[in-house]
């Protein structure tokens, strides 16, 4: 394939999806991106929805299930949040230990999984609703409340989303395609069963997969956390939301993966996901139209991807 | 083998909930001769767990009252439909409770109904009920009441919030209307006070409607309150709902930010939403409750007027409860179960905050004290209604 | 061949784990009740009463995940169902076309479903996380289109007769001969496991997957619309809210009854009921016990985790679950 058919075939969703978005707004009198606080949201959104899209995929293109991941993120952010203002630190010390947090309560997560050897989906259900009860517990249910602290809440800048972002970026691409960790997890990925009898240690593998978006999840958490000042709990699987937003970038991400690297497919069907969001802020959409629109634009745009080769018979003829 | 087991533990275990299930026409709870001697056990039914007020509420009851009066407390899980509610109840019951407070409303007929069946008391703290449910259920023996804000305060507290603001020359709002788009009926009475007092203030109306009647206009509209000029005030945004997404989270700060916007006016809920996204020099008002947070923000100058249920509210329904229990009930001069209206403490300065906190959080002197309960037990009704009534902060001290 | 034979006793004892848990935790109950005042009788009574619906819905589903498929829209659609039988209740003031209404909605949905599914070839999964957004989205312009405020509402008197323990007893029972005679003793259970279990040698032998995964989705309609009609005999107001735990609870039921989520050979029709009263029964002894909400749910995890581990010790397989 040529290098620009591959660039074109690369952006021709997130850029047809803003064009098409653009021109909505234009015609109902709205700029898309008409105000520096528009470009901070497109930024705050991209990155949340990266990071979570990166830690879903990571386990659930090796069939991992993970339910847990919206309650490592509000546990790690509760944790963090608590540390970081009883030593009166800044947003960075905040993040770092989000980060650090987030990896462990991953690891523990994959330790489970790897020990009990129970399906993963299983093990999810049961960590997610162990995360919820700590945080909960932790807080006494009142969540963690950061408002005034102009420091953290100042955090929230196009630099730092795009350096977070960058940061997440690279770190997935570094580890996953230039490492023999990052070979073995394709191999895994492919074929277990093969992979595992050619000597693939697959215990350490996955711990590691678990690590990675438990950082990943703690990172997110953070964004959520600085952005609007409070940490909120959620019990009986409350948490598990957040999932849901990546499930559109991550196919869109699948799809643009044929032209260039899978990673970067999905920061580009992350701010594909921005972009809507950001529509729908902008045109003031109510809630219920926003979801039935994002469903039936993630199924319409399935039914495309899993009849690809039908639709194109069909349009020869 | 193992079939055989694994059928004698099936029918083991059938045998035991036959048994039971058989035995249950001999349930309901049992009375002693001496109530007050023996530990009374006083369901909770609450719909949220993780808000600050019912946090504080929770405290109030386990944390003071458990801790000076022979009473065990149950509370429910968060209860989010009526069926949750019917479970709670059944779950009450069949832990021996003598009575019920409800903090929880998706269905209080069907909860009082239930009640009054299985012979068990029951009040509604933190609300009240329509006046066609009091016609009803008025002369049930078990029903003993509600305390708590009915619709027309709810509107009061929001009118009398926009009006502060007004009243120092501010003509530009934003709102977070919360659940109003679900048509809880609380945040659409707020939301209507904050808009008729913009009518008054402003020479307007909203939507060619003013005063009460801008309540049955959100209902119309599903619940959604719409931006536009009202007289000479301006309505430059509207949040609701509570969708915790990228597109809410940044319809918050939009509101929040826009030059065009003075003041933020929160119907609940506004310590977690425009308080973080809030630049200085804006306005921000909100009606939920005082936790060291909300004294924080206060003092910090991001929340400028805080109209809060104050924790101890929920004592006078408790000892009316127990009262009850003790056989001795209180009801109107006409035999009927009471309806009392209690608002909320309001704190426009970050001292008066925090003079109202550290009552409300104390659990050796709180705004209610033992004392001051006691008088309610076996107390009649006009007694208890004036009581009642006293709830500022300054009746209640003096 | 003793050998074998102690193999084979210890893989029975571990099948039989979570009916073991379920007998553990009614003891552990009963003991709890005899220390503390509790109306025992009443407390059994109410664990099966607040199990049902979760055991129909359940068990319908069961169908969904022998396929090794898995849907989380399970209770978004038993509220529209609800709200839809509700109106249609509203309007002709039968009972019996309410029951038909539910019925007829949740099997429609889960039509839809599986239609996407095996017609579009898409993920089942992706598709029932699709339905859920939309269901959701319906579920509020339904009670906007009733127009009687946050709730739509049948009158409590018009079902009070039926608002007992013995007929929600008697629709589980009818369900649940329906599906054992279905899973257990018939076609449809054998081929379904085969699917699950092996697709494709499923497929080389002649059997219609497609075909199967939209009957398996009618069942579990059948399961959705049956609990549909008894949420509203047992609560009668329903709200945006209503049944918003079921799709968690369907899925921690199935598991916590032994169910492989894999599906396949190893799937019983019976898992649903057993976890969702052992569910119900763990909620109760975490009422008595009256513990903070958070560490509540922190034991709960640990004992669902620990029980479904031990009911499948014997299914561990060299290489890591997927």
Same mark, same amino acid.
């Given at each position: 394939?040529?290098?620009?058919?591959?660039?074109?075939?690369?952006?021709?969703?997130?850029?047809?999806?803003?064009?098409?978005?653009?021109?909505?707004?234009?015609?109902?009198?709205?700029?898309?991106?008409?105000?520096?606080?528009?470009?901070?949201?497109?930024?705050?959104?991209?990155?949340?929805?990266?990071?979570?899209?990166?830690?879903?995929?990571?386990?659930?293109?090796?069939?991992?299930?993970?339910?847990?991941?919206?309650?490592?993120?509000?546990?790690?952010?509760?944790?963090?949040?608590?540390?970081?203002?009883?030593?009166?630190?800044?947003?960075?010390?905040?993040?770092?230990?989000?980060?650090?947090?987030?990896?462990?309560?991953?690891?523990?997560?994959?330790?489970?999984?790897?020990?009990?050897?129970?399906?993963?989906?299983?093990?999810?259900?049961?960590?997610?609703?162990?995360?919820?009860?700590?945080?909960?517990?932790?807080?006494?249910?009142?969540?963690?409340?950061?408002?005034?602290?102009?420091?953290?809440?100042?955090?929230?800048?196009?630099?730092?989303?795009?350096?977070?972002?960058?940061?997440?970026?690279?770190?997935?691409?570094?580890?996953?395609?230039?490492?023999?960790?990052?070979?073995?997890?394709?191999?895994?990925?492919?074929?277990?069963?093969?992979?595992?009898?050619?000597?693939?240690?697959?215990?350490?593998?996955?711990?590691?997969?678990?690590?990675?978006?438990?950082?990943?999840?703690?990172?997110?958490?953070?964004?959520?956390?600085?952005?609007?000042?409070?940490?909120?709990?959620?019990?009986?699987?409350?948490?598990?939301?957040?999932?849901?937003?990546?499930?559109?970038?991550?196919?869109?991400?699948?799809?643009?993966?044929?032209?260039?690297?899978?990673?970067?497919?999905?920061?580009?069907?992350?701010?594909?996901?921005?972009?809507?969001?950001?529509?729908?802020?902008?045109?003031?959409?109510?809630?219920?139209?926003?979801?039935?629109?994002?469903?039936?634009?993630?199924?319409?745009?399935?039914?495309?991807?899993?009849?690809?080769?039908?639709?194109?018979?069909?349009?020869?003829? | 083998?193992?079939?055989?087991?694994?059928?004698?533990?099936?029918?083991?275990?059938?045998?035991?909930?036959?048994?039971?299930?058989?035995?249950?026409?001999?349930?309901?709870?049992?009375?002693?001769?001496?109530?007050?001697?023996?530990?009374?056990?006083?369901?909770?039914?609450?719909?949220?767990?993780?808000?600050?007020?019912?946090?504080?509420?929770?405290?109030?009851?386990?944390?003071?009252?458990?801790?000076?009066?022979?009473?065990?407390?149950?509370?429910?899980?968060?209860?989010?439909?009526?069926?949750?509610?019917?479970?709670?109840?059944?779950?009450?019951?069949?832990?021996?409770?003598?009575?019920?407070?409800?903090?929880?409303?998706?269905?209080?007929?069907?909860?009082?109904?239930?009640?009054?069946?299985?012979?068990?008391?029951?009040?509604?703290?933190?609300?009240?009920?329509?006046?066609?449910?009091?016609?009803?259920?008025?002369?049930?023996?078990?029903?003993?009441?509600?305390?708590?804000?009915?619709?027309?305060?709810?509107?009061?507290?929001?009118?009398?919030?926009?009006?502060?603001?007004?009243?120092?020359?501010?003509?530009?709002?934003?709102?977070?209307?919360?659940?109003?788009?679900?048509?809880?009926?609380?945040?659409?009475?707020?939301?209507?006070?904050?808009?008729?007092?913009?009518?008054?203030?402003?020479?307007?109306?909203?939507?060619?409607?003013?005063?009460?009647?801008?309540?049955?206009?959100?209902?119309?509209?599903?619940?959604?309150?719409?931006?536009?000029?009202?007289?000479?005030?301006?309505?430059?945004?509207?949040?609701?709902?509570?969708?915790?997404?990228?597109?809410?989270?940044?319809?918050?700060?939009?509101?929040?930010?826009?030059?065009?916007?003075?003041?933020?006016?929160?119907?609940?809920?506004?310590?977690?939403?425009?308080?973080?996204?809030?630049?200085?020099?804006?306005?921000?008002?909100?009606?939920?409750?005082?936790?060291?947070?909300?004294?924080?923000?206060?003092?910090?100058?991001?929340?400028?007027?805080?109209?809060?249920?104050?924790?101890?509210?929920?004592?006078?329904?408790?000892?009316?409860?127990?009262?009850?229990?003790?056989?001795?009930?209180?009801?109107?001069?006409?035999?009927?179960?009471?309806?009392?209206?209690?608002?909320?403490?309001?704190?426009?300065?970050?001292?008066?905050?925090?003079?109202?906190?550290?009552?409300?959080?104390?659990?050796?002197?709180?705004?209610?004290?033992?004392?001051?309960?006691?008088?309610?037990?076996?107390?009649?009704?006009?007694?208890?209604?004036?009581?009642?009534?006293?709830?500022?902060?300054?009746?209640?001290?003096? | 061949?003793?050998?074998?034979?102690?193999?084979?006793?210890? %893989?029975?004892? /571990?099948?039989? *784990?979570?009916? $073991?848990? +379920? !007998?553990?935790?009614?003891?552990?109950? @009963?003991?709890?009740?005899?220390?503390?005042?509790?109306?025992?009788?009443?407390?059994?009574?109410?664990?099966?009463?607040?199990?049902?619906?979760?055991?129909?819905?359940?068990?319908?589903?069961?169908?969904?995940?022998?396929?090794?498929?898995?849907?989380?829209?399970?209770?978004?659609?038993?509220?529209?169902?609800?709200?839809?039988?509700?109106?249609?209740?509203?309007?002709?003031?039968?009972?019996?076309?309410?029951? %038909?209404?539910? /019925?007829?909605? *949740?099997?429609? $949905?889960? +039509? !839809?479903?599986?239609?996407?599914?095996? @017609?579009?070839?898409?993920?089942?999964?992706?598709?029932?996380?699709?339905?859920?957004?939309?269901?959701?989205?319906?579920?509020?312009?339904?009670?906007?289109?009733?127009?009687?405020?946050?709730?739509?509402?049948?009158?409590?008197?018009?079902?009070?007769?039926?608002?007992?323990?013995?007929?929600?007893?008697?629709?589980?029972?009818?369900?649940?001969?329906?599906?054992?005679?279905?899973?257990?003793?018939?076609?449809?259970?054998?081929?379904?496991?085969?699917?699950?279990?092996?697709? +494709?040698?499923?497929?080389?032998?002649?059997?219609?997957?497609?075909?199967?995964?939209?009957?398996?989705?009618?069942?579990?309609?059948?399961?959705?619309?049956?609990?549909?009609?008894?949420?509203?005999?047992?609560?009668?107001?329903?709200?945006?809210?209503?049944?918003?735990?079921?799709?968690?609870?369907?899925?921690?039921?199935?598991?916590?009854?032994?169910?492989?989520?894999?599906?396949?050979?190893?799937?019983?029709?019976?898992?649903?009921?057993?976890?969702?009263?052992?569910?119900?029964?763990?909620?109760?002894?975490?009422?008595? +016990?009256?513990?903070?909400?958070?560490?509540?749910?922190?034991?709960?995890?640990?004992?669902?985790?620990?029980?479904?581990?031990?009911?499948?010790?014997?299914?561990?397989?060299?290489?890591?679950?997927?």
């Amino acid at each position: 394939m040529s290098r620009g058919k591959r660039i074109a075939g690369a952006l021709a969703i997130p850029a047809g999806v803003l064009i098409v978005c653009m021109l909505i707004s234009m015609s109902c009198g709205v700029s898309l991106f008409g105000s520096p606080l528009s470009r901070i949201t497109f930024v705050r959104a991209g990155a949340n929805v990266l990071l979570v899209t990166f830690a879903l995929s990571i386990n659930l293109n090796s069939g991992r299930f993970d339910f847990s991941i919206g309650s490592a993120a509000l546990l790690s952010s509760v944790i963090s949040s608590m540390i970081t203002l009883k030593l009166n630190a800044g947003p960075v010390v905040m993040l770092i230990l989000s980060v650090v947090i987030g990896g462990i309560l991953g690891l523990l997560s994959g330790f489970v999984y790897v020990t009990v050897k129970l399906p993963p989906i299983i093990v999810s259900l049961g960590m997610a609703l162990f995360y919820e009860g700590m945080a909960f517990t932790l807080t006494g249910g009142h969540g963690v409340s950061f408002a005034s602290n102009t420091a953290l809440l100042g955090f929230g800048t196009v630099t730092n989303y795009l350096l977070i972002s960058a940061a997440a970026l690279i770190l997935m691409i570094a580890v996953f395609d230039h490492t023999s960790f990052g070979y073995e997890y394709k191999a895994l990925v492919s074929g277990q069963k093969v992979a595992v009898n050619t000597g693939i240690r697959e215990v350490p593998n996955a711990l590691i997969c678990y690590l990675i978006a438990g950082a990943l999840m703690g990172a997110q958490g953070f964004i959520s956390a600085t952005n609007n000042g409070a940490i909120t709990m959620s019990l009986n699987f409350g948490s598990i939301s957040p999932m849901f937003m990546a499930f559109l970038p991550m196919f869109i991400g699948g799809f643009i993966g044929r032209y260039t690297s899978d990673k970067v497919g999905y920061l580009l069907g992350a701010l594909t996901s921005a972009t809507i969001s950001l529509t729908y802020i902008r045109l003031d959409i109510p809630s219920s139209t926003q979801q039935i629109v994002s469903a039936l634009l993630m199924v319409t745009f399935l039914i495309y991807l899993n009849n690809e080769g039908k639709l194109k018979q069909l349009l020869k003829h | 083998m193992m079939k055989s087991l694994r059928k004698f533990l099936v029918l083991q275990l059938s045998l035991m909930m036959a048994l039971c299930l058989g035995a249950c026409s001999g349930g309901g709870s049992g009375q002693a001769e001496d109530p007050s001697a023996k530990t009374v056990k006083i369901g909770v039914l609450v719909s949220d767990t993780t808000s600050a007020e019912a946090l504080a509420f929770r405290s109030y009851y386990e944390d003071y009252i458990k801790s000076v009066y022979n009473v065990e407390f149950m509370f429910s899980d968060e209860l989010k439909d009526a069926a949750a509610e019917q479970s709670a109840i059944d779950n009450f019951i069949a832990n021996n409770c003598q009575g019920i407070i409800s903090m929880a409303s998706a269905d209080r007929p069907a909860q009082i109904e239930k009640c009054e069946s299985e012979k068990i008391y029951y009040a509604v703290a933190t609300g009240t009920l329509t006046d066609e449910q009091y016609e009803t259920y008025k002369g049930y023996e078990y029903y003993v009441g509600a305390i708590g804000p009915d619709l027309s305060i709810e509107y009061q507290t929001g009118y009398d919030m926009a009006k502060y603001f007004l009243d120092q020359g501010y003509t530009k709002f934003g709102m977070f209307t919360g659940a109003s788009v679900y048509f809880t009926e609380m945040h659409i009475y707020r939301a209507a006070g904050m808009l008729a007092a913009m009518c008054d203030a402003g020479n307007g109306t909203y939507n060619g409607v003013t005063g009460m009647d801008i309540v049955g206009k959100i209902m119309a509209d599903g619940g959604e309150v719409t931006t536009g000029k009202i007289g000479s005030i301006e309505l430059n945004g509207v949040v609701s709902g509570y969708d915790f997404d990228d597109a809410w989270f940044g319809k918050l700060a939009a509101v929040a930010n826009d030059p065009e916007v003075e003041v933020l006016l929160a119907v609940g809920s506004g310590q977690v939403t425009f308080a973080g996204f809030k630049p200085e020099g804006k306005m921000l008002g909100d009606i939920d409750c005082y936790t060291a947070d909300s004294v924080g923000l206060m003092e910090a100058g991001t929340l400028n007027y805080l109209a809060g249920k104050f924790s101890a509210s929920i004592g006078p329904i408790f000892a009316a409860t127990l009262s009850a229990a003790y056989g001795k009930p209180i009801r109107t001069s006409e035999g009927n179960a009471f309806a009392l209206s209690q608002g909320y403490w309001v704190a426009k300065d970050a001292e008066t905050a925090k003079k109202y906190y550290e009552v409300d959080s104390s659990v050796t002197d709180p705004a209610y004290s033992k004392e001051q309960l006691d008088t309610l037990i076996g107390a009649s009704y006009d007694d208890f209604a004036k009581f009642v009534s006293a709830y500022s902060f300054d009746e209640i001290k003096k | 061949m003793k050998n074998r034979q102690r193999k084979i006793n210890a %893989a029975g004892i /571990l099948n039989a *784990a979570p009916v $073991i848990g +379920l !007998i553990l935790l009614a003891a552990v109950f @009963v003991i709890i009740a005899l220390v503390k005042d509790i109306n025992l009788s009443y407390s059994f009574k109410n664990i099966v009463n607040q199990s049902i619906i979760t055991m129909v819905v359940a068990t319908g589903a069961i169908y969904i995940y022998t396929l090794g498929a898995f849907d989380i829209s399970l209770g978004a659609s038993m509220c529209v169902s609800a709200i839809v039988g509700a109106m249609a209740f509203n309007r002709t003031g039968s009972l019996a076309v309410m029951l %038909a209404v539910c /019925l007829g909605c *949740a099997v429609l $949905i889960s +039509l !839809i479903s599986s239609l996407l599914a095996s @017609v579009f070839n898409l993920p089942v999964f992706v598709t029932t996380i699709a339905m859920l957004s939309l269901l959701n989205a319906l579920v509020m312009v339904l009670i906007r289109a009733n127009g009687t405020g946050d709730v739509v509402q049948v009158p409590a008197a018009a079902v009070r007769s039926i608002n007992n323990v013995w007929f929600r007893l008697l629709v589980l029972a009818l369900f649940m001969i329906l599906c054992v005679t279905t899973f257990n003793y018939m076609k449809l259970g054998r081929q379904e496991k085969f699917v699950g279990g092996n697709p +494709l040698c499923a497929k080389l032998t002649g059997m219609n997957a497609k075909k199967l995964s939209v009957i398996g989705f009618m069942m579990a309609g059948i399961g959705v619309g049956l609990g549909a009609f008894l949420t509203i005999v047992y609560a009668p107001t329903l709200s945006r809210n209503t049944a918003g735990s079921v799709g968690m609870d369907v899925i921690i039921s199935i598991v916590f009854g032994g169910m492989p989520v894999s599906g396949g050979a190893r799937s019983r029709i019976t898992s649903a009921a057993v976890g969702a009263l052992s569910m119900t029964m763990l909620s109760q002894i975490m009422l008595v +016990l009256n513990l903070d909400s958070g560490i509540s749910q922190m034991v709960k995890a640990a004992i669902f985790l620990l029980v479904v581990s031990v009911s499948m010790l014997n299914s561990r397989k060299q290489i890591l679950p997927r």
